[in-house]
């Protein structure tokens, strides 16, 4: 049994050399009915023991209850190293599914709303204290409340999955000096050729200043600084020298080391944060959405992130590197993070390995009740989750667009609804917070944003020639847009960049086509349209519906559904457990073909 599971370092954008992780075993305890603090849990043992970072729900925590869990309590003294003395002692989270408090000693330290987020709690200066940390996480079946993919009824079906409740990703210590930076805000300027670094702090003091330098593995590139006494956000603007700029790209990811150090009146380091940043702008012209200036076919593939034994956690680090490696060996460069907010170490890997994806929030769970009809009812919470996930994920080169919401949908009303609230809210809020990349209002359905940077549509239609009749009008500005039931309202087609952001889904289950039963029993086996009758099928198909997206000169990407099957959901290029079910290199081949958009000049 692995005592510390995922021990590498949660957050490869702002490393110190004082951490611990927490990950491992802790104490227990499922709490029914949310009577936990009424019943003194705060205060006694818990009666069970859990594998952190693993959910309640997955075998690997070694609990394994898929039942509804209302509520759940964790607790663990942890000792605080004697050498952090001088330090103030940060206990971060990187998910908690869905309302987590969090006690040290005794007393409320922090609490936050949202799976998806990561949040963070000052325990103060504790160096040699051991400190006994209190969670309870609650995770009700009942209201609106973020998702995604995770099933709201007892059994899975369909593309709902197993449950995640409680702590699913990495829990670490970090000691930090009293005077500190708070975060890195990495900001990368191809056509200055220049990278701008923003770095609040804890507080300012006279003298001090900003030190900002990069380097690659051919040594220092550049370096720069600034005052940081006058701002509570010092920025400080490197410039990188010609001869030693080299754009981040899928052919060439390459990244420079950064680090940042507040540096004292006299000289002396105060605080130290080691990051990096690849440099690369994202640009659009017309219908086409630019890397680097140049047309990059966008051949995503959607990735759910969920594993067998452990759910929404990676098993590994090494998980994480396999199934981007798993992807591009099938033709495609990037993904859709689909209805999942990924950790930071698979954002890392992607920017390592050169992997385009957009960053999605996972916002199912929303679905209307009461005057409003079946309009959808986001709540506020779901924007400042939204701007807490833009925040952490800012820093990463592989991210190429945000979407913070998928598949809603509008029914006409003769008033504003909350939905458009929230839809408008979510878009403006990616805008402010990251001008540099593309925002999409909505994936598929819904449009409601009049100016969304990118116009998309979900197409599950399984032959090929209907499916390019489908498509075809994009060349004269009438794109096939989603209707859902008379349910899917979206204001009309603006000449945006457009591509068919889920398609395919075919599905294909070798074990089931020997078993006929399977087909007809949604929660065994379930994909899109009718099932092939075998793998020639299923190539003949996956080429003709790609083909036709290549074809297409105004099309700049698409993303198959999907990676992996998922439980029930078998329209995967890859099986469950990661093994393929499909000659991968006949999928490569169907997919670089040469994209017509790609070799488009622009006019004039």
């Given at each position: 049994m692995i005592e510390v599971p995922r021990p590498e370092h949660p957050r490869p954008t702002a490393v110190r050399p004082l951490w611990r992780c927490l990950n491992g075993r802790w104490e227990f305890e499922i709490d029914q009915g949310d009577s936990g603090l009424e019943r003194g849990l705060l205060h006694r043992p818990l009666s069970g023991e859990i594998l952190v970072p693993f959910a309640p729900e997955s075998a690997a925590s070694g609990v394994g209850v898929t039942d509804f869990l209302e509520a759940v309590w964790y607790a663990r003294d942890v000792e605080i190293p004697a050498e952090w003395t001088g330090h103030r002692v940060l206990l971060h989270f990187g998910a908690v599914d869905h309302d987590a408090t969090v006690w040290a000693d005794g007393v409320e330290v922090t609490r936050h709303r949202g799976g998806f987020s990561s949040f963070t709690a000052d325990l103060g200066e504790r160096a040699g204290q051991t400190v006994r940390i209190v969670v309870r996480a609650r995770d009700s079946r009942h209201g609106v409340q973020a998702r995604g993919k995770q099933s709201t009824r007892y059994a899975n079906a369909d593309c709902h999955y197993t449950r995640t409740t409680g702590i699913w990703q990495t829990v670490w210590l970090e000691a930090v000096p009293p005077?500190?930076?708070?975060s890195l805000r990495i900001t990368p300027n191809l056509a200055a050729g220049s990278v701008t670094v923003a770095a609040p702090l804890s507080a300012n003091r006279p003298g001090h200043r900003l030190v900002v330098t990069l380097a690659d593995d051919a040594g220092p590139v550049a370096s720069a600084e600034s005052r940081a006494d006058l701002d509570l956000t010092p920025t400080v603007t490197v410039i990188v020298p010609p001869e030693r700029l080299r754009p981040w790209s899928p052919r060439d990811p390459h990244l420079y080391d950064v680090t940042v150090r507040l540096v004292g009146a006299a000289g002396e380091v105060i605080d130290e944060v080691r990051s990096y940043t690849g440099i690369r702008s994202v640009a659009i012209d017309g219908k086409r959405l630019l890397l680097n200036g140049e047309p990059v076919f966008q051949r995503l593939v959607l990735d759910q992130g969920w594993w067998p034994d452990t759910l929404m956690t990676a098993p590994s680090d090494e998980a994480l590197v396999r199934d981007i490696e798993l992807a591009q060996a099938a033709g495609f460069n990037g993904a859709r993070l689909h209805q999942k907010v990924f950790?930071?170490?698979?954002?890392?890997?992607?920017?390592r390995l050169g992997y385009l994806v957009w960053g999605e929030f996972g916002d199912w769970g929303a679905a209307g009740h009461g005057p409003a009809g079946d309009n959808q009812q986001p709540t506020a919470s779901y924007v400042t989750q939204w701007l807490e996930v833009l925040a952490r994920d800012h820093n990463h080169p592989a991210i190429v667009g945000w979407c913070p919401?998928?598949?809603?949908?509008?029914?006409?009303?003769?008033?504003?609804?909350?939905?458009?609230?929230v839809t408008r809210a979510m878009f403006l809020a990616a805008k402010l917070a990251d001008p540099t990349r593309p925002v999409i209002d909505a994936s598929g359905y819904s449009h409601r944003v009049a100016e969304t940077d990118v116009y998309d549509a979900h197409l599950y239609e399984q032959d090929p020639a209907r499916f390019a009749e489908l498509v075809e009008g994009l060349a004269e500005d009438a794109p096939f847009v989603n209707t859902h039931e008379d349910r899917s309202i979206s204001l009309p087609y603006a000449g945006q960049p457009y591509f068919i952001s889920e398609f395919g889904g075919i599905w294909w289950d070798p074990d089931a086509a020997r078993d006929p039963g399977a087909g007809a029993d949604r929660e065994r086996s379930w994909g899109y349209g009718d099932r092939v009758r075998d793998e020639e099928e299923w190539h003949e198909r996956f080429a003709g519906l790609t083909g036709v997206l290549l074809a297409d000169p105004d099309m700049f990407g698409y993303c198959y559904t999907q990676l992996t099957d998922v439980m029930q959901e078998r329209n995967g290029i890859y099986r469950f457990d990661r093994t393929p079910k499909l000659d991968v290199e006949r999928v490569r081949a169907a997919q670089l073909r040469p994209a017509a958009s790609e070799a488009r000049r622009p006019e004039g």
């Open positions: 005077l500190h930076v708070r950790e930071e170490r698979f954002l890392y890997h992607a920017d919401l998928n598949e809603t949908y509008q029914v006409l009303h003769d008033r504003i609804t909350v939905l458009d609230d």
